[in-house]
């Protein structure tokens, strides 16, 4: 395969999700579109102390056509990549390679298909970014068939995308967000507990809307997408796997440790 291409971008908004994670929108310094596909990844290549680096992150935003894409970065404490991203001012231009990477969910709207399917989506931290560009993908292009987000944190203020995926659940009966906060305060009322917790009851919930909705179209089991550290990611994918014996083609996986 040949080389990803290599453009400048330029830092032009940026904002807090959370008190350690900052959002990064940049656009492409020379207007070009930036196309990918929901859950790509790009690198960017930083002016570090000890020399250029490269720090991989998933793509945010959904693909609209346009020369801009969005970021989100954790602040690890004592990493130079990080600490220099949730510095960098609005203006400053750095360079990206890409887009890359299979993690990634098809449009095919009204089709056959893998994105024609219910879908769950099992996220940790700033895992939920590639998730967000698929669901945001698939709610704009038409999808209706049920989509659901299962969103894991530490802490309540650690929701990323809190108001936005709220709102989309407002807007699309098809999708929901379900957050599970394994160190919550005594106010909290949602889920409690690692995602694993969750998988097997809201994939069985998805099933059965699939199968209770299908008419001519014979029913299909969901798809799952997962995303966030390695230990989370097997743990989800042996209980889909092994407990649940769910076919290895119906369950995706990134981690990013």
Same mark, same amino acid.
């Given at each position: 395969m040949p080389p990803p291409p290599t453009f400048d971008v330029r830092l032009v908004r940026a904002r807090k999700l959370s008190p350690q994670v900052r959002e990064? +929108?940049?656009?492409?310094?020379? +207007?070009?579109?930036?196309?990918? !596909? =929901?859950? !790509?990844?790009? @690198? %960017?290549?930083?002016? %570090?102390?000890? $020399?250029?680096? *490269? *720090?991989? &992150?998933?793509?945010? @935003?959904h693909?609209? $056509?346009s020369s801009g894409f969005e970021?989100?970065?954790?602040?690890?404490?004592?990493?130079?990549? @990080?600490? &220099? %991203?949730?510095? %960098?001012?609005?203006g400053a231009v750095v360079r990206a390679l890409g887009p !890359?990477?299979?993690?990634?969910?098809?449009? #095919?709207?009204?089709?056959?298909?893998?994105?024609a399917y219910p879908a769950l989506f099992v996220g940790t931290g700033t895992g939920v970014t590639p998730l967000r560009s698929m669901i945001k993908d698939a709610l704009l292009a038409g999808e209706t068939a049920p989509i659901v987000l299962l969103f894991g944190v530490r802490y309540e @203020?650690?929701?990323? &995308?809190r108001?936005?995926?709220?709102?989309?659940? /407002?807007t699309y =009966?098809?999708?929901?967000?379900?957050?599970?906060?394994? /160190?919550?305060d005594a106010s909290w009322s949602g889920a409690t507990g690692y995602v694993q917790t969750h998988v097997e009851s809201l994939w069985r919930e998805l099933a059965h809307e699939r199968a209770s909705s299908a008419s001519e179209e014979a029913p299909v089991a969901p798809h799952? &997408?997962?995303?966030?550290?390695?230990? #989370?990611?097997?743990?989800?994918r042996d209980l889909l796997r092994k407990q649940m014996g769910i076919d290895r083609k119906q369950v995706h996986s990134e981690r990013y440790d």
């Open positions: 990064l +929108g940049f656009e492409r310094a020379d +207007g070009t579109p930036v196309e990918f !596909q =929901a859950g !790509q990844w790009v @690198s %960017l290549v930083l002016p %570090l102390p000890e $020399g250029e680096g *490269r *720090r991989a &992150y998933s793509i945010a @935003s693909p609209d $056509g970021l989100a970065v954790t602040k690890v404490d004592g990493g130079p990549g @990080s600490t &220099y %991203l949730h510095e %960098l001012p609005v !890359q990477g299979f993690f990634t969910r098809p449009r #095919m709207a009204g089709h056959a298909g893998p994105a @203020s650690d929701r990323l &995308y108001e936005e995926l709220e709102e989309l659940s /407002r =009966a098809n999708f929901r967000a379900v957050y599970t906060v394994s /160190r919550p799952v &997408y997962i995303c966030g550290l390695e230990r #989370m990611v097997s743990a989800v």
